[in-house]
């Protein structure tokens, strides 16, 4: 009956625990525990076991608490078994409403081996924001601080799974600078307190924004298409793309797409040499739309020393190295002249179409020779008439023979105020010289033909030969002769005559022959001294038929 009694308290008892809280040295337990346990002098006593014993536990069910033997510290299954403490005490303590972990040795969160350093953490770490209204403080910015000593340096490294460095964010408040380090390789990149980055190197120019150093690598821009680096529209000036469709660097000046000089297309032949060279492309410069391997639209100078095609001019000027080189003048895209190089000859001049145009050279800022569409040169005016037209004076020196003009019946002729006049020409084997419509005047101190002989100087007219003529006057400036027939004139009576020419074989006021072959002799006075002696022997025959007429009257007496 007894028995029957306990039973029947136990189940009321149990009937109870389920309805209510359960307090254990409280009647009043707290309205939020199932089981509170209340006691100043004693402890509860959760079961204990071995490590072995621990792990034996078939399906623990989520919270289920125990103490471990083993490890003499208290074990929670959360589905993995989490140790709670260490060796009988806790390693953690509180400071206000602060805790902290006092242990010597390190803290592993998600692991329980390779636990290297006072926090290591198997798994992701979330770092949240306080308060999102709290600007002032930065409530709504999530914080991760790290303080080095006075002198030192924050650091965080990442590790890779052999737990080899494989890089590092440091803060180096001694050099000024924040740096970003790949493994063992220190300096990758660096941003320092004056605003500059720094890639490949721990101090970076102080001009520049962005320092990138290095002696195996390069720098990569953006890489993009035609197509992609047009879609972005206007971009902001300075923006750089390479275009991977045109193989070349692009920039924006705000407006315009303006591409840059490709080493594809540009590269240095001599690298001795500061220049570069193009062995493919046309170059337009003032123009997009090059058709000539270089094309200037504008002014061009050439100043110092210029250098094309591996040849150098040591003074200023422009050179151009080709078997065939030429310089094409253009105007509105019509070729119009030219300067080229043929063989061993340099042609400058006009283009087939061009063929009311002139070759003109200027100096002094005004047009002095020109050649003509017709060949015509003229020198001292560009509206030449002639092969060779000369306006001014023409002066030719030189030995021996300055001027040949060879040709069939080849003439040269006298024109005033452009109507001919005059002609010298050369036949087949004679020069003419002659006046059209005019007189000839030979206007010099001598007239010479043939081997002139020393005493025909001062003599207008010298001839070493024969004359032919159909008629000859010789107009003289003295008295001609007819004074002879004057009464006083003293005329030589015959006897003393003969004595005269017995004595010097001539007659008198005649020059004799030895003075003719030396000196010549003078025409017109020689007429005028034949004439004197013929008018002479005019009055000799009147006298001497006087006489016959005499002779005769006496004798008929």
Known sequence: MKKIFIILLAVISCKCI??????????????????????????????????SQRVAIASPAPGLMVYETTSSSMWIYNGAWSQLGAGGAS??????????????????????????EKITVKGNMLVTFVNNNDLTNGGNMARLRIMGGSTGS???????????????????????QFSLNNGTNSNQLSLHVNGGIAIGTSTPNA????????????LMIPRMTTTQRVAIGIPTAGLLVYDTDKDEFYHSDGTTWRSMLN??????????????????????IGTFSPTERLQVTGNLRVTGTGLIEDEITTNEGLTVNNTAAIIQLQA??????????????????????????????????????????SGNMGIGTVSPTSKLHVAGHTLMQGNGEILGIDGTNANIGFYYNGTYHSFIAQGPTELFMGVNGGNLHLDASQVAIGTVVA?????KLAVNGKIICEELKVKLSSAWPDYVFNKNYGLLPLDELEKFVAQNNHLPNIPAAAEIEKDGMEVGNMQKKMM????????????????VTNLKKEIHK
């Open 532 to 547: 004197e002696k013929i008018e002479e022997m005019t009055l000799y025959i009147i006298d001497l038929q006087k006489q």
């Open 332 to 373: 509105a895209a019509v070729n119009k002249g030219f300067l080229q190089l043929s063989g061993d000859n340099v042609r400058m001049g006009t283009n087939s179409g061009n063929a009311a145009g002139s070759l003109i050279f200027r100096m002094n800022n005004t047009d002095r020779v020109a050649i003509d569409g």
């Open 207 to 218: 001009d520049a924004a962005l320092d990138i150093r290095s002696t195996t690598k390069g």
């Open 263 to 284: 080493s594809r297309y540009w590269g240095r032949g001599i690298t001795t040499r500061s220049r570069i060279g193009n062995s493919t492309d046309s170059v337009g």
């Open 154 to 176: 924050g650091r965080i490294d990442f590790l890779e799974p052999d737990s080899s460095l494989g890089g590092s964010i440091i803060y180096a408040p001694i050099l000024n």
């Open 91 to 116: 390693a953690w303590a509180t400071a206000g409403n602060h805790i902290y972990n006092s242990n010597s040795g390190n803290v592993g969160f998600g692991l329980n081996t390779n636990i290297n």
């Open 18 to 51: 389920q309805a209510q809280n359960v307090g254990i040295g409280t009647s009043t337990p707290d309205p939020s525990a199932q089981l509170d346990v209340t006691s100043i002098n004693k402890g509860m006593l959760v079961p204990r076991m071995s490590s």
């Open 455 to 459: 005493a025909a100087s001062g003599y």
